[in-house]
């Protein structure tokens, strides 16, 4: 069965730059979209960048295409998040997902990435947490 693993969280100061590995094992299928979310106390879970890892394509929320980058390495077995300017609105706990496909759409004039598909078939890692002060 899928496993995934997440890494790279802890303190930093405002201004500072943090980047999350997230480590794929059990994967059967080639393609599989992998997401990075993120989610801060009192908040709703926020889906922040996608890849799929077969051909590297893309995508951002508009809360994230500015400071973050999303991308792959180790065949797309390592998955990562690089995130710049941080500020203190930028702790949370982070996570990266699996899911048979990516999901990508406005809402309210907001784009919004996440996962398709029932939240059953989704695969979560334990979660890293990230302090900006």
């Known amino acids: 069965h899928v496993q995934l693993v997440e890494s790279g969280g802890g303190s930093v100061q405002t201004g500072g730059s943090l980047r999350f590995s997230c480590e794929i094992s059990g994967v059967a299928s080639e393609k599989y979209c992998i997401a990075w979310f993120r989610q801060a106390p009192g908040k709703e879970r926020e889906g922040l960048a996608t890849i799929y890892p077969v051909d590297g394509s893309t995508r951002y929320a508009d809360s994230a295409k500015s400071r973050f980058t999303i991308s792959q390495d180790n065949g797309g077995r390592t998955i990562y998040l690089q995130m710049t300017a941080l500020t203190p609105e930028d702790s949370a706990t982070y996570y990266c997902?699996?899911?048979?496909?990516?999901?990508?759409?406005?809402?309210?004039?907001?784009?919004?990435?996440?996962?398709?598909?029932?939240?059953?078939?989704?695969?979560w890692g334990q979660g890293t947490q990230v302090t900006v002060s």
């Open positions: 997902a699996s899911a048979a496909a990516c999901s990508a759409g406005r809402y309210g004039g907001i784009w919004k990435v996440g996962l398709a598909g029932a939240e059953s078939s989704h695969t």
